[in-house]
């Protein structure tokens, strides 16, 4: 088994007795993409600090590729990891071109590719026109730009969609897709949950600097025992009387035609079997998943489930 690409062992940070970052254990295989999930503070820019070789850990050992990020013998190797930082700042007197030269310099790649990449991120009809004249949405795309420069083995994006419409952030996760295809390890932070749970392969939840959760997103629900809800609606049974026939059940809601069951995820399928075998005209079936941002609520302890840490390969 090839060595994980991203590895944090009991890693803690500290400034002035403050604890930022406290005995996490964390690793990514080669080729995943994890989203770091939490509020601000949460730990997740320090995360991806000490992953950059910036910060040393208090304590703990962080490692890249199995190397130490921090030591002079990891400096060839941060050539292969591309970063797009939150707050992205570009030189306002120059234009995007101008910028993915100077990155080039500076990351050591040829700068034949320049273009292409601009017109990959949609910018090759801005590539002369100076940064003062872009938009956030642009800078931002312009920031995910140099960030592949040099075809990164590693990328870490912090907030990478902050100012994008609908259409670039479908365009975005486009080009992560293709970036895991060709076996990048990807590591992302984001405050927009909802479109993070069909884009990645493992969420890991942040909270005051522990990491509360981690695990794909079936794993966390399986872990939290939150409900799921299936609404069944049918026209000539009243839904008094499905609530009959699923004696036993948890019935949360009826209303006409409609009821509402909930039941735990492994027995999802049992309830829909059961509802199947009654024989009567279902019009309707509506199954709702705890959703990201109530797992997300869930482990940080505001469904009155409390702070427990759960960790899932």
Known sequence: ????????????????????????????????????????????????????????????????????????????????????????????????????????????????RNGELLERVGLSDAANNRIKTYSKGMRQRLGLAQALLGEPKIMLLDEPTSGLDPALRRSFYTIISELKSSGVTIMLSSHALSELETHVDKIAIMNEGQLMATGSLDQLRQQAHMPVRIRVRTQDVSASHIADLLDGTTVSQINGRMVEFSCEPKDKMILIRRIAKLGI?????EIELPSLDQLYSHYRGETGTGNTRVRLS
């Open 1 to 112: 088994m090839s060595e994980p690409a991203l590895t944090f062992e009991h890693t803690t940070k500290t400034y002035d007795r403050q604890t930022v970052l406290n005995d996490v254990m964390l690793s990514i295989p080669r080729g995943e993409v994890i989203a770091l999930v939490g509020h601000n503070g949460a730990g997740k820019t320090t995360m991806m600090k000490l992953l950059l070789g910036l910060i040393r850990p208090t304590s703990g050992r962080v490692r890249v590729m199995g190397a130490d990020p921090a030591s002079r013998a990891s400096l060839d190797s941060k050539y292969t990891l591309g970063f797009l930082p939150e707050l992205v700042a570009f030189q306002q007197a120059m234009t995007g071109l101008e910028v993915m030269n100077f990155y080039s310099r500076l990351k050591r790649t040829g700068l034949a």
């Open 281 to 285: 005209a279902v019009t309707d079936m």
